[in-house]
């Protein structure tokens, strides 16, 4: 609050004083000269008659919106409002102008029949060119209880309400106190008053510089939308804080999560991750590295560090995500994968030929073992040697799994369920499952043929993931016990899949039997008896399935040269096998098992080789490039990292149905971007300003469906002042 006594003293210095060289007209928006060549001064006398309410204002504004020190006081008035060039608003902020008045129309009053003054509260702002608007705030009504003074009076309060501003005289009427309380709690109730603060907010956080179009450029464009949506997914699943907690420096968990971040948005080399960071991502920038330091031996060491972590890792992100989604993994699906080396690994313990999954018998192998849950998050993994078979690798997994998990039975007591392929699935594995507390579901090793149809059975109708009908019913066998349940799954699709590959097999297995009696009849061709068997048992080989569907018969002569060959299908064989097509059996351990949940559980192995899929494909898991054993776990393990990222991502996507693969989501979130923007203003600065683009739509939907912020900063603005220069300076450029 201003000293009164400097109030009027300062009143007046003003009257006395002959600076001023105009008379002043007061107004709501300020102060300006009147008459830039009269000569006289209003004595104070008349100030105060004339415009006591504007000088109220006057003061207001000018004191309690700016508390002045009395030395300085004098010397800002006349700079900022006698200027005898132009005329002067008060104030330099555009929006100290903003303020709420009444505005008024003639019309007819209904309620008297006569014509009157209708009034609105309405409110001024003005831009940063100097030009004004008018907002409509809210309609009043007749006032005619009030003259013209009164109605200024309790503008002038409703103004000082909203903004929280005492008022310096307390002589207003009855009337204008009952009409400022009234219009006061209608603003509050029709929420009006937060429309008036926000543009008054707006207007005062607004940085208006006047700038050279000309002089703009972009620099710095980086990809962010994909990288902060990993970035924000980590950081819910707290492996920052692990880190932290493992002792990890703030530098080496930073580097961590950038390279996890990479590896899921841009799986390559740790030489292609490092450009990827410097020159295309804004990764680095998230986390708060600079990415000129970073290299490849940095991201090589890191990816070890983080393989020594894998164990506890593992379990840290088994119980985040079960607490993240309420998951109590009654599901456990079971299954073995492989990718192939491209280089020997002459020295590898791991490196084995074996059959490969991507039919690349030819490279040595590497095993990867994982056990999934029903979502498709991973509870264990572990490596093998490349020719480890399937059967084999079961025990051991169950064991970590039960040394993990604790438990065989979930929260509410049911026994959880371990689901596996038909590869895994021998009566050994089984029994052990089961010894172990577990039960299973899996499809049946060997075709059932002396089967059954229950009594009380009847054909269910079930459709899989693309609305493709499948007829499901129990089967009893003779050799089944009391706790298997069998259940024969017959898919017309899959039928015609297998007839047709069936029959193009036959077809091409014929062609290389008529090749082979070529030969044979030819002059120069194959004829000795143990060669044409060796064709013929690499046409076996090749074809198996059709192969011993035929009866084929050769002649030799003394000379144990074949003189002819013929074949002949077995028909009785053909039709069985084509009885087959389509039609397969599961097998379960489950208590009061019923078709249509032996089928949902077993449906669940899809999320498993999604998983297997996801690995392989988005996040390039094959083939290895590495050339030594624990450079190809930590790769191995830099890929599962990014797995958990990713399917956290489409995990929650899906609860809101987004169905988007990996890769799509990631080029949608990348139309998000990272600016620099240069601009000179008027004044010879160069302003820079890094911004975030606004995501589009698909994005801004994505961010919202997973309940994440959609920038990680609004702007950063820097200002470089133009440089003088110095006289030595200029001595020295023209020397």
Not at 54 to 65: D, Y
Request: aromatic share 8%.
């Amino acid at each position: 609050m201003v000293n009164c006594q400097f109030i009027f003293a300062f009143l007046l210095f003003l009257a006395d004083s002959h600076a001023l060289t105009c008379d002043l007209t007061f107004s709501k928006s300020g102060i300006r000269p009147f008459n830039p060549h009269c000569r006289s001064l209003l004595p104070p006398k008349k100030i105060f008659s004339s415009n006591i309410n504007a000088f109220r204002r006057l003061l207001k504004t000018f004191f309690l919106t700016r508390p002045l020190k009395p030395a300085l006081s004098k010397e800002l008035f006349f700079e900022v409002v006698c200027s005898a060039h132009q005329p002067l608003v008060f104030q330099k902020n555009s929006a100290d102008l903003c303020g709420m008045f009444f505005k008024k129309q003639y019309r007819t009053n209904p309620a008297t029949g006569e014509a009157s003054y209708y009034y609105r509260i309405a409110e001024n702002n003005r831009n940063a060119h100097g030009g004004i608007s008018q907002t409509g705030i809210m309609g009043v009504g007749f006032m005619d209880d009030v003259d013209d003074e009164q109605r200024s009076r309790i503008a002038d309060c409703l103004n000082d309400r909203i903004a929280g501003v005492h008022t310096l005289f307390e002589d207003e009427s009855e009337t204008v106190r009952s009409y400022v309380d009234k219009l006061y709690t209608r603003l509050v109730k029709e929420k009006r008053i937060d429309r008036v603060l926000d543009a008054r907010k707006r207007m005062s956080e607004c940085d208006w510089q006047r700038v050279d179009i000309n002089s703009l450029e972009n620099r710095e464009v980086r990809e962010l939308g994909a990288e902060w949506m990993c970035l924000q997914t980590l950081r819910r699943l707290n492996i920052d804080s692990y880190l932290d907690d493992r002792g990890w420096s703030d530098h080496d968990r930073d580097l961590a999560l950038s390279h996890i971040i990479s590896r899921a948005v841009y799986p390559a080399s740790e030489l292609k991750t490092v450009r990827y960071m410097q020159e295309n991502s804004a990764v680095c920038e998230l986390v708060g590295l600079d990415a000129a330091k970073v290299t490849k031996d940095k991201l090589y060491a890191k990816s070890h560090s983080l393989y020594r972590e894998h164990e506890g890792l593992e379990n840290h992100l088994s119980r985040k995500t079960n607490e993240l989604f309420s998951l109590q993994d009654r599901i456990i699906i079971f299954d073995l994968t492989n990718t192939y080396f491209e280089g020997d690994m002459r020295n590898s313990e791991l490196a084995r030929r074996g059959r490969s999954k991507e039919k690349r018998s030819d490279c040595p192998l590497i095993v990867l073992a994982l056990v999934v849950n029903a979502e498709g998050f991973i509870k264990y993994s572990t490596i093998y040697q490349g020719n480890m078979a399937d059967c084999k690798t079961l025990g051991a997994m169950i064991d970590k799994l039960a040394a993990a998990i604790a438990k065989p039975t979930t929260k509410d007591g049911n026994k959880r369920i371990v689901v596996i392929d038909a590869g895994i699935a021998t009566e050994d594995n089984l029994k052990m499952i089961t010894d172990k507390g577990y039960d299973y579901v899996c499809v049946s090793r060997s075709s059932l043929k002396n089967y059954t149809v229950s009594d009380d059975a009847s054909v269910v109708m079930v459709f899989d993931n693309k609305k493709r009908p499948i007829e499901l019913i129990h089967v009893q066998t003779e050799d089944a016990t009391d706790s298997e349940y069998y259940l024969k799954v017959t898919s017309p699709t899959k039928s015609l899949k297998e007839t047709s590959m069936n029959k193009q097999f036959t077809t091409r297995h014929e062609e290389g039997l008529a090749c082979i009696l070529k030969g044979i009849t030819r002059k120069g061709g194959v004829k000795k008896y143990d060669k044409v068997n060796q064709r013929i048992g690499r046409l076996a080989q090749k074809y198996p399935s059709v192969h011993r569907l035929y009866e084929i018969k050769l002649e030799k002569n003394e000379k144990d040269l074949c003189t002819s060959m013929s074949w002949e299908k077995k028909a009785q064989a053909a039709i069985d096998k084509e009885n087959t097509f389509g039609v397969y059996f599961l097998k379960t351990s489950i208590n009061e098992a019923n078709e249509e949940l032996v089928w949902t559980v077993y449906g669940c192995i899809r999320e498993i080789e999604n998983s297997i899929r996801t690995l392989k494909t988005d996040l390039d898991l094959r083939p290895i490039f590495h050339k030594t054993d624990d450079a190809s776990k930590a790769h191995l393990h830099l890929g599962l990292l990014a797995y958990w990222v990713v399917n956290t991502i489409r995990h929650q996507l899906k609860g809101k149905g987004i169905t988007s693969d990996w890769r799509e989501t990631v080029r949608i979130m990348n139309t998000q971007k990272c600016v620099t923007t240069n601009m000179m203003n008027d004044r010879g600065q160069c302003i820079s300003v890094r911004r975030c683009s606004k995501p589009e739509t698909k994005a801004a939907l994505i961010y919202d469906a997973l309940k994440m912020q959609h920038t990680p900063f609004i702007q950063k603005k820097t200002v470089l002042h133009k440089t003088e220069l110095q006289k030595n300076d200029i001595l020295k450029d023209t020397s």
